[in-house]
T-cell receptor, first 115, second 112 residues
Framework: DAGVTQSPTHLIKTRGQQVTLRCSPK?????VSWYQQALGQGPQFIFQ???????QRGNFPDRFSGHQFPNYSSELNVNALLLGDSALYLC??????????????FGFGTRLTVT | LAKTTQPISMDSYEGQEVNITCSHN???????ITWYQQFPSQGPRFIIQ???TKVTNEVASLFIPADRKSSTLSLPRVSLSDTAVYYC?????????????FGKGTTLSVSS
């Protein structure tokens, strides 16, 4: 049990469609970060949510958006899907925004395939 | 944040000690070093972190020299289950909201 729950585990979408991925952080954690990991690459930071606001964003287009709910769970939305969006999407939770005091705890990810 | 450089791959045999060195020449005063391990189709898992000298936990040791321009993750007596990708990252200990940036990592292959 990773403590961080992501759903769905696998997803297949068609180019141009929209997708929503969900993440429940570990109990007690209040910060959620999202990463995209293409095959053979390291995870790429998408954004971080804390207190229901996007606090930091990586180099991703506006097609990628997110939300954090009062219970700290989070959603990642991707619009107008491209073939290049096919990847493993990872959610990580922590307590507070500094990973020095609270190392990131990752879920098992959602495997998104765009055809 | 300082960029890190680590070997792309390493090979080892069961029972051996494995040392993975990471270079971070531009590390800042407030930066700390952290290592994550990742198995296929899973998220990375925190292994160890440190600021200076030596840190040891139940799974690994982290050696950081005085100039902090490099660090070495030491895995004692590896087993087949230690085959994974290992990421060395540098984070800002004082600044909240600084995202950890992953590189390509070191792929460790352990053979019997």
């Amino acid at each position: 049990d990773a403590g961080v729950t992501q759903s769905p585990t696998h997803l297949i979408k068609t180019r141009g469609q929209q997708v929503t991925l969900r993440c429940s952080p570990k109990s007690g954690h209040d910060t959620v970060s999202w990463y995209q990991q293409a095959l053979g690459q390291g995870p790429q930071f998408i954004f971080q949510y804390y207190e229901e606001e996007e606090r930091q964003r990586g180099n991703f287009p506006d097609r990628f958006s997110g939300h954090q709910f009062p219970n700290y769970s989070s959603e990642l939305n991707v619009n107008a899907l491209l073939l290049g969006d096919s990847a493993l999407y990872l959610c990580a939770s922590s307590l507070g925004q500094s990973s020095y005091n609270s190392p990131l705890l990752f879920g098992f990810g959602t495997r998104l395939t765009v055809t | 944040l300082a960029k890190t450089t680590q070997p792309i791959s390493m090979d080892s045999y069961e029972g051996q000690e494995v040392n993975i060195t990471c270079s971070h020449n531009n590390i800042a005063t407030n930066d700390y070093i952290t290592w994550y391990q990742q198995f296929p189709s899973q998220g990375p898992r925190f292994i160890i972190q440190g600021y200076k000298t030596k840190v040891t936990n139940e799974v690994a040791s982290l050696f950081i020299p005085a100039d902090r321009k490099s660090s070495t993750l030491s895995l004692p007596r590896v087993s087949l289950s230690d085959t994974a990708v290992y990421y060395c990252l540098v984070g800002d200990a004082d600044q909240a909201g600084t995202a950890l940036i992953f590189g390509k990592g070191t792929t460790l292959s352990v053979s019997s």
